[in-house]
Every structure is written in C-alpha cells, then in structure tokens.
C-alpha cells in the first residue's frame, strides 16, 4: 500500500524524522514498549500563494491604473490609488492566504494520519520470547542483541561523529530484523530503547551481546 500523497498545490515541507513517542506498558512477567509516530508537516501558504496574490493585485491595480489614465486624474484620486496599492495586496496575502491556508492543512492532516507508524514490542518473560507486533515470538536464546545501522548497512559507532539516520534492528540467529526505521525516533530515542531491552533480555540469554 501506497504512502498517502497530498494533492500537488498544497505546498508544504515534511521533517526528515517522524514526530515520536514511547510509552511503557509492563507488568511482572510482560514488557511492552508502544512506539508510535506521525509525520511533522510546515505549510509552505504564507510564503508561496500569499506573495502571490499580493503580486496579481498589485498588477491588476496597475492595469487599471494605467486603463484610466491615473495620472491625469485629481490628486484625490490619485491617493486613493496610492492606498489602494498598499493596503490591497496586504489584504490579499492575508485574506487569500488564510483561505488557502485552511484547505492545505486539511490535506496535510489526512497525509498525518494516514501515515502514521505505530510499533509495539512485546517481552514475555515468562516464556521468554521477544514479539515485534504481531509477528511469531522469536526465543531470547535467538537474540544476539540490538544494534543501529543506517540504511547503507553502517553500524552506528559512539566515537566516530555520523549525520545518518539509524534502523533499530533486532539481530537473530535467522538475520537481522528491522524493529524501527530510519525515520521513526532519533538516534537517541533508539540508543535508549535499545538499552532498555539488551537489560531485559540479558539475564535469560547466553546469546544476547551489549551494544
């Protein structure tokens, strides 16, 4: 299924990195971490469609400045064309770029919703097996432990300064699964949960390794 894509004139700018959350839902013998995620969207009207109608009202006066031979006129009618020429294309950047305003943050929160992320990560102690949704239980003596890598495949390195965006992968005796994307959570949201779970996991797995 395809990302929902806005329609092509409501211009606007996406932030690389999905605004995120994390809540902890644990009981005795089940950790579950909620990750949820929803695009952060800027409208782009008051810096696009509102220059514009305030330069077609400024034309269009000049036009009929020109049509009715402005200079000829009294000089009252002179300075109502003065005034007009400045308060008219501020009204038409405010009004019409307010009206269009409205219809693009329409389009830019069905775009939010429709592609929204949501993870849950699922620990049961008891039976000790990881669950990443709803996908098969995978045993804790399966895990070799949780690491971030960036898309091109480079793990992240604490001492070396790296501008990638970072996968939280879940790495298993079958290869490695991805549990978060690049673009859901920063580096540091990540490092954090990934912490949290080498802790859980550690003290019933031989295999799980720290970061």
């Given at each position: 299924m395809k990302p929902y894509q806005r329609p092509w004139w409501a211009l606007a700018i996406q932030m690389p990195i999905l605004a995120t959350t994390l809540q902890?839902?644990?009981?005795?013998d089940q950790?579950?971490?909620?990750?949820?995620?929803?695009?952060?969207c800027k409208s782009l009207t008051w810096i696009t469609y509102g220059p514009?109608?305030?330069?077609?009202?400024?034309?269009?006066?000049?036009?009929?400045?020109?049509?009715?031979?402005?200079?000829?006129?009294a000089m009252t009618i002179k300075l109502l064309v003065v005034c007009a020429m400045v308060l008219l294309p501020a009204l038409g950047w405010v009004v019409g770029?307010?009206?269009?305003?409205r219809r693009v943050q329409k389009a830019l929160e069905q775009q939010i919703q429709a592609n929204k992320e949501h993870?849950?990560?699922?620990?049961?102690?008891?039976?000790?097996?990881?669950q990443l949704n709803q996908a098969p239980p995978i045993p804790f003596?399966?895990?070799?432990?949780?690491k971030l890598v960036s898309n091109a495949g480079i793990y992240y390195d604490p001492n070396e300064e790296m501008g990638s965006l970072f996968n939280l992968a879940l790495e298993t005796n079958r290869g490695p699964i991805t549990l978060l994307k690049s673009d859901l959570g920063a580096t540091r949201q990540k490092?954090?949960?990934?912490?949290?779970?080498q802790a859980l996991i550690a003290p019933f797995s031989d295999h799980s390794r720290p970061m």
């Open positions: 902890e839902d644990h009981h005795a950790k579950r971490f909620i990750i949820e995620g929803s695009p952060t514009a109608l305030a330069m077609l009202v400024v034309i269009s006066l000049g036009l009929l400045a020109w049509d009715f031979e402005v200079r000829s006129q770029g307010s009206i269009i305003n993870v849950e990560l699922t620990l049961d102690l008891t039976a000790r097996t990881f003596n399966q895990i070799n432990g949780f490092l954090q949960l990934a912490g949290q779970l």
